[in-house]
């Protein structure tokens, strides 16, 4: 379940390889498993089932660590483009005890969690389930943690010709996702709109040279 380490991936992928080789397993690999991604997006509905979960919450936590972090912050931006309620806990603005604190009814939690699965993540979302909350989770493995305990999960691929696991996949299903559930928000339109006019009302983007 527990995958290897990027050291373990460094010594077996990318040590004592010219970066000729290296640059064309890497492209290779990646062409595959964004083949692979897509094949899976086109087959299962794991991500429609999420994106209705996502918006008929009232409020929308999104959890991650480590790398994970990165990827729960991006799916956090895209949907709070378009929906209200959207909080990142990120341990700094939005610490995990405050959330735990306040589940309430209509409140949904995503979570993310690749190997090697962050012992953070996993404590926190499983107190959130055991506390009433509903747990949406996006892993890499079946058999990963929380698998049992979320509502709704999609299970992607992060197989890497590198040390580090391939963000690829992860990435096609974080927008596919933050564009099914903006879709399907009633308000979205509205919301993306005034948003677009307080950004230039703010000055907040330079114009193209």
């Known amino acids: 379940m527990t995958g290897s380490s990027p050291a373990e991936r460094f010594d077996r992928n990318v040590q004592r390889r010219s970066a000729q080789v290296l640059k064309q397993r890497v492209l290779d690999q990646q062409r595959e498993a964004f083949e692979k991604a897509l094949a899976w997006a086109a087959e299962h509905d794991a991500i429609e089932q999420a994106a209705a979960r996502i918006v008929s919450a009232r409020r929308r936590y999104l959890l991650g660590n480590g790398k994970s972090l990165s990827y729960a912050s991006l799916l956090a931006a895209d949907l709070g483009a378009g929906l209200s309620g959207v909080h990142l806990v990120d341990g700094s603005h939005l610490r995990p005890l405050d959330v735990l604190g306040d589940i309430r009814q209509g409140d949904l939690m995503v979570a993310i969690l690749m190997s090697r699965y962050r012992r953070e993540t996993v404590d926190v979302a499983e107190a959130y389930v055991a506390h009433g909350g509903e747990l949406v989770l996006i892993t890499d493995a079946d058999d990963a943690p929380l698998t049992g305990r979320a509502t709704t999960r999609i299970v992607i691929g992060?197989?890497?010709?590198?040390?580090?696991?391939?963000?690829?996949?992860?990435?096609?299903?974080?927008?596919?996702?933050?564009?099914?559930?903006?879709?399907?928000?009633?308000?979205?339109?509205?919301?993306?709109?005034?948003?677009?006019?307080?950004?230039a009302e703010l000055g907040l983007y330079r114009d193209p040279a």
Do not use: Q
Request: charged share 15%; no cysteine; net charge positive.
């Open 158 to 199: 992060t197989d890497t010709a590198s040390y580090a696991s391939s963000p690829t996949s992860v990435v096609l299903a974080l927008h596919l996702l933050a564009t099914l559930t903006i879709a399907s928000s009633k308000g979205a339109g509205r919301r993306l709109h005034e948003r677009d006019a307080l950004a």
